[in-house]
């Protein structure tokens, strides 16, 4: 089926699937329709938004893009893909419960299936919520998820590793208290070791997300998947490969190199890629 024919409900049901089933899943995160029509070429069976890898494409640090561009880069992802979408929802661009809420009903009229609710504040003297307001706010999100006609996947994030707080101990009560406000999975990006994982991982009972791709963690895929990990997710790290590429390029070519035409994929290469793929409405 194509991105046409699908409903939001198919995806919404397949996306649901992938967390019920036995096993462990990859999740990339494009950073616009083309990469995202790549992976799902690829055979990946769900993406997921990346906040930095849309900010880079915007020319903007990560962190500075508004909800109404946001809306509007997740609708594009959902149109231009059969795959179902979870959306990296940032902190549901408001601290109070409510805001979370409201951002996880507009993510869902975009298009997504699911989406991530961080509990960081934006402030530098005080980065994380108090628990029991994050959980709050993981309780309104689940609770407007469930109000959708369709299965709406809410994962909550411990931000503590991300934020310099490398605290193990309070990250774990972080995602005991939003998986009892109603996360249906838990996030806890940074940790750095398997050690850390397969601890959280005893202390926890709903699917664990992994990202790859920031800190010093280089589990592969099987290894994270014999631990018990649910779910593997690639952050803004492909984004970064991408454009990591483009700057070598361009600084070879400011020293009158071009080498960097070695490593491009040709024109025919990607036309063929993209023919498979029905045409981006206006």
């Given at each position: 089926m194509t991105a046409s024919t699908l409903t939001q409900t198919d995806k919404a049901m397949a996306f649901h699937a992938l967390h019920a089933g036995a096993g462990c899943f990859v999740i990339p995160n494009p950073w616009d329709v083309g990469s995202a029509r790549l992976l799902e070429a690829a055979g990946f069976r769900a993406l997921a938004s990346s906040s930095a890898g849309l900010a880079f494409s915007l020319g903007q640090p990560d962190g500075l893009v508004g909800r109404d561009v946001l809306l509007q880069y997740l609708a594009a992802l959902c149109a231009g893909s059969s795959l179902p979408v979870s959306a990296d929802l940032e902190n549901g661009f408001g601290d109070a419960p409510e805001a979370a809420a409201q951002t996880v009903t507009l993510a869902a009229a975009a298009g997504v299936v699911g989406g991530s609710i961080e509990d960081s504040t934006g402030l530098s003297d005080a980065p994380l919520h108090e628990i029991a307001?994050?959980?709050?706010?993981?309780?309104?999100?689940?609770?407007?998820?469930?109000?959708?006609?369709?299965?709406?996947?809410?994962?909550?994030r411990a931000e503590n590793f991300v934020l310099g707080r490398p605290d193990l101990a309070d990250t774990i009560a972080r995602l005991q208290a939003y998986q009892e406000a109603g996360?249906?999975?838990?996030?806890?990006?940074?940790?750095?070791?398997?050690?850390?994982?397969?601890?959280?991982?005893?202390?926890?009972?709903?699917?664990?997300?992994?990202?790859?791709?920031?800190?010093?963690?280089?589990?592969?895929?099987?290894?994270?998947?014999?631990?018990?990990?649910?779910?593997?997710?690639?952050?803004?790290?492909?984004?970064r490969v991408a454009w990591g590429a483009f700057m070598r390029a361009v600084d070879e070519l400011q020293q009158g190199g071009?080498?960097?035409?070695?490593?491009?994929?040709?024109?025919?290469?990607?036309?063929?890629?993209?023919?498979?793929?029905?045409?981006?409405a206006d």
């Open positions: 307001h994050a959980a709050e706010r993981i309780r309104a999100a689940a609770e407007a998820a469930r109000a959708l006609p369709f299965p709406f996947v809410v994962t909550a996360a249906d999975v838990l996030f806890a990006p940074g940790l750095r070791t398997v050690e850390e994982i397969a601890l959280v991982l005893r202390e926890i009972d709903r699917p664990l997300n992994v990202l790859l791709g920031l800190g010093p963690l280089r589990a592969s895929v099987p290894q994270l998947a014999a631990l018990g990990v649910k779910r593997i997710s690639t952050g803004g790290s492909l984004a071009c080498g960097y035409l070695a490593q491009a994929a040709s024109h025919a290469e990607l036309c063929a890629a993209f023919a498979a793929f029905p045409a981006v």
